[in-house]
């Protein structure tokens, strides 16, 4: 039980972070401060960890992974759905 215990946490800590920051950015209506190539790296970077998790054949990596790559991919929807916005205007 305890091992699971660290791995929860982040899942939840990276989902509730995540969340609160699409929240304040969508308040706000401005993701100008934000790297899109930053973001766009950390999803790359999150599919080479889900491919080691794979070899490894550890389920909590891969599950936190894809969390994160769903994550990034979210704000990178609000960051591209702003921007393109703000361009319109």
Not at 27 to 49: Q, T
Request: net charge positive.
């Amino acid at each position: 039980m305890l091992a699971m215990t660290a791995p929860l946490l982040s899942l939840i800590c990276l989902i509730v972070g995540m969340a609160h920051q699409i929240k304040v950015i969508l308040e706000k209506g401005n993701s100008d401060e934000l790297s899109l190539p930053r973001i766009i790296l950390a999803v790359v970077s999150g599919i080479v960890w889900i491919f080691y998790g794979l070899e490894i054949n550890n389920q909590w990596m891969v599950a936190l992974n894809i969390a994160g790559i769903f994550m990034n991919a979210v704000l990178i929807l609000v960051i591209w759905h702003l921007r393109k916005n703000h361009q319109s205007l």
